[in-house]
């Protein structure tokens, strides 16, 4: 069980919007962040950031969206800092985005969320210590929701 408490807010990070569960994921993982008093905040690129935009329009759950590549300029210069990052991961760019995280978040709890059709390949290319959430979905959420439910301690 992954234990978020301690944290004032968590960064979600999220590449191409190719597998259809992301964003619906995405937007599940934010609400139950905000609603645990957590403050989710958004990076992703161009097509992930808009589906993110037009999902949540009024900000209810969603409070900022940021640019990836711009956010990882800002993490490394200590312009911006999180202690806790979740990072979606369906392909190899993803594996690469949670490589990156884990370095430049030095200390904080970096959470790959793998789904997809080849969850097995991409949590055997994780190459740091971390707990994982993981659910074979690609065009239902349901399976990687309740990856996040069973795995993630909600209650604070």
């Known amino acids: 069980m992954i234990e978020i408490k301690d944290h004032q807010k968590a960064l979600l990070v999220l590449g191409c919007p190719q597998v259809p569960t992301q964003t619906a994921a995405a937007m599940?993982?934010?609400?139950?962040?905000?609603n645990t008093g957590i403050i989710p905040v958004i990076a992703a690129n161009p097509a992930a950031r808009m589906l993110m935009k037009y999902a949540d329009p009024e900000k209810h759950y969603i409070d900022e969206l940021h640019d990836l590549d711009?956010?990882?300029?800002d993490l490394v210069e200590r312009r911006q800092n999180?202690?806790?990052?979740f990072?979606?991961?369906?392909?190899d760019s993803g594996l690469s985005?949670?490589?990156?995280m884990n370095i430049i978040l030095n200390g904080g709890i970096v959470i790959p969320v793998i789904f997809g059709k080849e969850i097995e390949?991409?949590?055997?290319?994780?190459?740091?210590?971390?707990s994982v959430i993981?659910?074979?979905?690609?065009h239902n959420p349901k399976?990687?929701?309740?990856?996040?439910e069973s795995g993630i301690k909600w209650d604070v």
Do not use: Q, T, W
Request: glycine share 6%.
């Open 121 to 130: 390949s991409l949590k055997e290319g994780i190459n740091f210590d971390c």
């Open 97 to 100: 985005y949670a490589a990156s």
């Open 70 to 73: 711009r956010m990882i300029g």
């Open 28 to 34: 599940y993982l934010a609400y139950k962040l905000k």
């Open 134 to 138: 993981s659910g074979r979905a690609e």
């Open 87 to 91: 990072v979606f991961v369906h392909n």
């Open 143 to 148: 399976p990687l929701i309740n990856a996040m």
């Open 82 to 85: 999180f202690s806790l990052c």
